[in-house]
């Protein structure tokens, strides 16, 4: 068989699974069919249903433990978190800044996602973000913010929304920056700068100020762009 066709192939086996999910309406967590009854449903051999399953695996939609079969998995957004890291560092390694394009559609995001917070749950609670901030603050007086207690800000402050895929997308952005962060070379923000722009987003947000909200998300990627402007 050659090459092309292997691939093809195995595309092929990959959309069967996901058509048997489908139309047997399995949900995250579901069990799936044992490799054997794959191999009698599909018409297929063992290394085939082997290879489908680790290509799905790779991309979240089969969830394979070890000793306690397969599962339909949880969305993932790992893939696209090693692709773009990878990418970004072989940017970095010949002298062209790319991270920054990723900043970019970050801080895009969150601008609109302020704003989107403020006009659907102007009324939300916000205490768990206050809580967060204060907690960035007493870190900032130690000499540093952890990268979880900033990361979490972002989680908190956007979970009203109700949208999972918002906090997948901004950890995925977040995982491929702190992944190339040794590269990038110490943050030159004070952390006492870094708390106060974050208490900025709360106070506008939890104000229902959006265009204070929009000023607060752009000056907190400052920080971000001065680090990466050193690059070039």
Not at 23 to 52: C, H, K, Q, Y
Not at 72 to 97: I, K, Q, Y
Not at 184 to 208: F, M, N, Q, S
Request: no cysteine; proline share 4%; glycine share 8%.
């Amino acid at each position: 068989m050659t090459t092309a066709r292997r691939l093809s192939r195995a595309v092929e086996v990959q959309e069967a699974v996901k058509d048997i999910i489908l139309r047997r309406r399995l949900a995250t967590g579901d069990p799936l069919p044992t490799e054997s009854e794959l191999m009698e449903e599909l018409g297929i051999s063992r290394n085939s249903v082997r290879e489908a399953l680790k290509a799905l695996q790779a991309v979240g939609i089969v969830e394979i433990r070890h000793g306690f079969g397969m599962f339909v998995g949880r969305m993932s957004l790992s893939g696209l978190v090693d692709g773009l890291a990878f990418h970004n560092r072989m940017t970095l390694r010949d002298g062209r800044n790319e991270l920054g394009h990723l900043v970019e559609i970050r801080e895009a995001l969150e601008s609109g996602l302020v704003q989107r917070l403020i006009d659907l749950y102007g009324d939300a609670d916000l205490t768990p973000v206050a809580e967060v901030v204060s907690r960035m603050e007493n870190e900032a007086r130690m000499g540093a913010i952890s990268p979880e207690t900033d990361r979490l800000f972002h989680e908190m402050l956007y979970r009203p929304l109700g949208n999972p895929l918002v906090g997948q997308l901004l950890g995925a952005f977040w995982d491929v920056y702190h992944q190339v962060s040794d590269q990038l070379g110490t943050p030159d923000e004070p952390p006492a700068d870094l708390a106060r722009h974050h208490r900025d987003i709360y106070r506008a947000v939890a104000g229902a100020d959006k265009e204070a909200a929009v000023t607060a998300v752009r000056r907190h990627f400052d920080g971000v762009r001065h680090r990466l402007a050193r690059l070039r």
